[in-house]
C-alpha cells in the first residue's frame, strides 16, 4: 500500500509518497481501507519537530480518519467488511484512575493514531474494533474524519467545562480555524449569542454565515472595546479562547460579570499577564479544556449525522500531494478542515 510519511524532521518537503507493507489486523482489529483522514496542526508540529512528542521514524501522521472495513481480525464478530467507521482518535487503556472517571482524555496510558501508533496518512490502517465508531451512509467520509478533534474539543469545552445559558454572548476567537467553526455550531446549538472574531474580512464573512451574529476582525479593532460595544457595555459571558497572546488577554478584558473563559490552545503567546483584583471583583472563571471524552466523541458524530453540526471543509488534497496539503495548512489561508484522500 501507499502511505504518506516523513523520515527525517524539516519543512513540508520532507513529506514522501512511500510503498509500505499492507498492514494486517491482529486479534480484537480491524483492517480499514482510508477514505479520507482530516490534517491537524499537531501534524505540523510533529513533521518538523517543534512538538516535544517522541516519535519513531520514519513516521506516519494522521490522527483522524474514516473508511470502509475490508478486513476482520480474530474475535471481531460486531462488525462486517463493507462497515463505514471512523475510529476514535485517542485510545485510552480503561484501567487508569482517569478512566475510571470516563475522564479519558487524561488516560495515563494514552494513545494516538499518528502519534504513538500508524495513523491515517496511509491507503490501509488498522485500528482496535472496540475504538469504532460507525459512520451512516448520508454522512460524506470527509465529514466523518473531520468530527473528533474539532467539534469533540469544541463540546466538551463548552459544556463540561464553560457553561453557556440561552441568550449568552459568547465570544469565539479564530473564528475561521477548524476548532472556531465548531464552536460557532456548537455555541449556537446551545442557545449563545455569538460573537467571532478573526484577521480578515473574509474569514468573518464565513463566520456570519454560519451564525455568528457579530464579529470583530482584531487585526484593525481593539477587541476588548468592540466586544464591549457589541453587548451593550456588559461584555461577554463566555469566551472560547484558542489563540493566546495578546488576544487572551484582551479576551479576559472582554468578560461581563461571572465571565467564564475557556482556553483549548496558546500558540500565539502561552504566557499572559492577568489583573486578579479584575478577576474576583467580577468573580470571573478561568478554564482549560483538552480533547474529549469517549462518550463525547461519540455523541459529536450523532450530532453530525442528525445534521445539527456540519464539518466546513476547506479543501482536500490526495494523499500523494501530503507536501501541499501541508503548505496549505501553513499558510493559514484555509477556512475550515484540510483532508487527505486516496
Ligand atoms: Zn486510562
Not at 517543534?50 to 473508511?67: C, K, M, Q, V, W
Not at 490552545?265 to 471524552?293: K, Q, S, Y
Not at 453540526?309 to 501541508?326: C, E, G, R
Request: aromatic share 8%.
Amino acid at each position: 500500500m501507499k502511505a504518506a510519511r516523513f523520515h527525517e524532521y524539516g519543512g513540508a518537503e520532507v513529506m514522501r509518497y512511500d510503498d509500505v507493507p499492507d498492514p494486517t489486523p491482529g486479534p480484537g482489529e480491524v483492517l480499514i481501507r482510508m477514505r479520507a483522514c482530516a490534517l491537524n496542526h499537531v501534524d505540523i508540529d510533529i513533521r518538523d519537530g517543534t512538538s516535544r512528542l517522541s516519535i519513531d521514524l520514519p513516521h506516519t501522521l494522521g490522527f483522524e480518519f474514516a473508511g470502509e472495513i475490508v478486513a476482520l481480525g480474530d474475535g471481531v464478530d460486531d462488525w462486517s467488511e463493507g462497515d463505514r467507521v471512523a475510529p476514535l482518535s485517542q485510545l485510552h487503556c480503561g484501567k487508569c484512575r482517569w478512566c475510571a472517571k470516563a475522564q479519558h482524555q487524561h488516560c495515563e496510558q494514552l494513545t494516538m493514531f499518528g502519534i504513538q501508533i500508524s495513523g491515517g496518512y496511509a491507503e490501509l490502517v488498522v485500528a482496535p474494533a472496540w475504538t469504532l465508531i460507525a459512520v451512516p451512509d448520508h454522512v460524506p467520509f470527509e465529514h466523518a474524519a473531520s468530527v473528533q478533534a474539532v467539534f469533540g474539543t469544541g463540546w466538551h469545552a463548552l459544556t463540561k467545562r464553560a457553561h453557556i445559558a440561552e441568550g449568552d454572548w459568547v465570544l469565539i476567537n479564530a473564528a475561521a480555524s477548524g476548532v472556531g467553526t465548531a464552536a460557532i455550531q456548537i455555541a449556537r446549538l446551545l442557545g449563545g449569542r455569538v460573537i467571532a472574531s478573526a484577521s480578515s474580512e473574509e474569514k468573518l464573512a464565513r463566520a456570519r454565515e454560519l451564525g455568528a451574529e457579530a464579529t470583530v476582525n482584531y487585526a484593525t479593532e481593539d477587541l476588548t472595546e468592540r466586544v464591549r460595544e457589541i453587548t451593550g457595555g456588559h461584555g461577554a459571558a463566555v469566551v472560547y479562547e484558542s489563540v493566546g497572546g495578546e488576544l487572551l488577554e484582551k479576551s479576559i478584558a472582554a468578560m461581563d460579570t461571572f465571565g467564564q473563559l475557556v482556553l483549548v490552545g496558546c500558540h500565539a503567546g502561552e504566557v499572559v499577564p492577568v489583573d486578579f483584583i479584575e478577576m474576583f471583583r467580577h468573580e470571573w472563571t478561568l478554564l482549560g479544556a483538552a480533547r474529549a471524552t469517549e462518550d463525547e466523541f461519540r455523541h459529536m458524530m450523532t450530532l453530525v449525522a442528525d445534521g445539527r453540526l456540519t464539518p466546513v471543509i476547506a479543501d482536500t488534497f490526495p494523499l500523494s500531494q501530503t507536501a501541499d496539503a501541508h503548505r496549505f495548512m501553513e499558510s493559514r489561508r484555509h477556512y475550515g478542515k484540510i483532508v487527505l484522500v486516496p
